[in-house]
């Protein structure tokens, strides 16, 4: 079962932006909070970003504070990161998923690498 898919990525320079997008077609998705996540080789996948199911509420790691941006637009079931200012360290695979509650399914995730 496809719950989340997960798009936007790629290659991009050091300092270059990007924007990913989630779409998921549960109809419960505006009452969640949501949460962009990245998992790099050997390493524990962490939460980069978080945000209320109406938006009012916003989480940053402090790594990628004042460098992304999360947002979500209900209607359309579907949550952004723009990422600015990147870093090769942002070099990772993106997903989305619920934050503070048993997750969904996971996606496939995104791919985002920052190199020269």
């Known amino acids: 079962q496809v ?19 989630c779409v998921t077609s549960r109809s419960a998705f505006y009452i969640n909070t949501m949460g962009w996540y990245r998992l790099a080789p050997g390493k524990q996948r962490e939460l980069v970003a978080g945000i209320t199911g109406v938006g009012g509420g916003t989480y940053y790691a402090d790594s ?10 209900n209607a359309r079931r579907t949550l952004f ?22 997750s969904w399914y996971w996606g496939q995730g995104t791919q985002v690498t920052v190199s020269s």
Not at 64 to 73: H, L, Y
């Open 3 to 21: 719950q989340l898919v997960e798009s936007g990525g790629g290659l991009v320079q050091p300092g270059g932006s990007l924007r990913l997008s």
């Open 64 to 73: 990628v504070k004042g460098r992304f941006t999360i947002s979500r637009e």
């Open 81 to 102: 990161l723009q990422m600015n200012s990147l870093k090769p360290d942002d070099t990772a695979v993106y997903y989305c998923n619920t934050v503070g509650r048993p």
